[in-house]
């Protein structure tokens, strides 16, 4: 791999935690204990987001996190009582929402020129198959979450 | 400010929710809250509740949904004459400056990206009320 691949990837992965701390930080009102390139979580995650982008840049993103970060994040989201928490389906809806939050500020802060179209996102229950490229293993003050970025490489 | 009548479209309840519950924390009067999935159910949704005496004040819009995007849904309202002076804000994850510069020429007046605040919203929808 080049030095400036190499480079490039660095700024990703430092762009993908941003944004996902801003997402976080922002409208879950929780926050990042520690960043990786792997986190103590157990393996596979039970429940993975994916969405696709396309337009100046094509790739793919990958978000990955346990039960605990999935009815936490949820449940702030949408504001439910904690004691009853929210339903499966409201937790899937949340993730799909916070997968595409997450992707959309990665694009915007790493491809600010950039026009692109996302995919809706897609819920796989459980976590499927690894993604080549960035990744970022992340602990939350709630449970863990995996990031992945694939960036097509662009024709010569 | 007056009591609003607002639309909200996004495909994901989970965000209709949060901006339904953001607007209340937001402590704008709102007195009618529609939703829709898409463009084309929210096209719907104008056609029957932005009538004479009863107006439409505000929608807000996603641009990524299934169906009908957000700017095919905001070209097809400035396209109505009857329509075409409701304000649009949009809150999308999509902040890129080719994306806003776009929306801005197809008519809509407000842009969020996400994340985005209770207060932002809130100021964002009395500066485009004001600018009425």
């Given amino acids: 791999m080049t030095e400036q691949l190499l480079q490039r990837d660095v700024e990703m992965a430092t762009e993908l935690v941003g944004a996902a701390r801003d997402v ?32 100046d840049q094509a790739g793919e993103f990958r978000m990955a996190v346990d039960e605990v970060a999935a009815g936490s994040l949820a449940g702030s989201f949408l504001g439910t009582d904690p004691v009853t928490g929210p339903t499966a389906e409201e937790t899937d809806q949340v993730m799909g929402e916070l997968g595409n939050m997450i992707c959309g500020a990665f694009l915007s802060r790493f491809e600010k020129e950039g026009l692109f179209a996302l995919s809706s996102p897609e819920v796989v229950r459980p976590e499927q198959g690894e993604l080549p490229g960035v990744h970022r293993g992340l602990e939350l003050m709630d449970g863990f979450m995996d990031l992945r970025v694939y960036w097509e490489p662009q024709p010569q | 400010m007056q009591s609003l009548r607002i639309l909200i479209v996004d495909d994901s309840p989970a965000m209709r929710a949060y901006v339904r519950r953001t607007v209340q924390l937001a402590s704008l009067p709102v007195k009618n809250v529609f939703e829709a999935g898409n463009g084309l159910e929210a096209l719907e949704v104008v056609a029957k509740e932005n009538r004479e005496p009863n107006k439409l004040d505000l929608i807000f819009a996603d641009l990524n949904m299934p169906v009908m995007n957000g ?12 329509d075409a002076k409701v304000p649009i804000l949009i809150i999308s994850t999509d902040a890129t400056q080719k994306r806003v510069m776009r929306l801005r020429e197809l008519g809509a007046q407000g842009y969020i990206s996400k994340p985005c605040q209770p207060e932002m919203i809130r100021l964002k929808v009395q500066q485009i009320l004001g600018e009425e």
């Fill in chain 1, 24 to 55: 976080l930080n922002v409208m879950f009102f929780t926050d990042i204990l520690e960043e990786g390139d792997e986190c103590a979580c157990p393996k596979p995650f039970p429940l993975q987001v994916r969405v696709s982008f396309s337009g």
């Fill in chain 2, 71 to 82: 700017e095919e849904f905001v070209t097809k309202l400035r396209e109505d004459e009857r």
